[in-house]
């Protein structure tokens, strides 16, 4: 039986399979025959883009209809190209398909197709979502032990908001550890993010402090970090003041 890992480098076929469903092949052929009209697609193209139709059957919550499209593409003598298998990667993650979107990945970072940072951020994304906080760090260890990605500062710093929006303020502290280990410079954005996330999510000396930190590093505290900020110190007189209250009742 066919798998998706064999769209990408068929050496294996017994990783992840599904059972072809009549009714849902049949479906997937209409949608080809409309696809290649639409297209203009006649002839046997060595890659096809077919990620439009993927992400909306995935915004439809269908799959396995995804999936079963892009074993028909197969069938036919197609193969899909990076966008597309990036999107079935993301369409499997956001279906809560784990094992399946963590196959394509690694069958990705190991062969020709290189993940945009687009696609890195909206996998991220889904991750933090459902809480698989892990799975992001496993992706970082994963790019960084390639060390062929150009993108990898950027990967680092979406990690940082990732673990700062979801309150993971510890996850985010190693994180910028590692980045700045690994010779990474942490740009004004990502400096701001501290101040804003432990404003947040932290206490208020936690807060100052990382605002001493940017300060020391001569970055300039940006809007959102001085709102952030202020928004904080309001919150902590309002506590004060209704403790007083409370207090003299």
Known sequence: MLTLLSLINLSAFAVFSIKRDPKR??????????????????????????????QALCKHRRPHLAEELLLELKCEGFLPDNCTLSAMMLCYADSGLLPQAQAI???????????????????????????????????LD?????????????????????????????????????????????????????????S????????????????????LIEREGIRAMSFAYIKETKILQAKRVLKGM
């Open 25 to 54: 092949g049949a479906l997937a052929q209409k949608m080809i025959r409309q696809w290649k009209r639409d297209q203009g697609v006649f002839g046997k193209e060595t890659r096809v883009d077919c990620a439009s139709l993927i």
């Open 105 to 139: 990945w690694e069958e990705m970072l190991y062969s020709s197709f290189v993940p945009s940072v687009q696609v890195i951020s909206d996998l991220i994304d889904i991750y933090a979502k459902s809480g698989l906080f892990d799975e992001v760090i496993k992706i």
């Open 200 to 219: 947040l999510h932290g206490s208020l000396a936690e807060m100052e402090a990382a605002y001493d930190r940017l300060k020391r590093s001569r970055l």
């Open 142 to 198: 994963q790019l960084s032990s390639l060390r062929t990605f150009d993108f990898l500062p950027q990967v680092y710093s979406l990690a940082i908001s990732c673990f700062g929006k979801g309150g993971q303020l510890e996850l985010m502290e190693d994180t910028l550890k590692k980045m700045v280990s690994k010779g990474f410079w942490v740009d004004s954005a990502t400096g701001n993010a501290f101040v804003v996330y432990y």
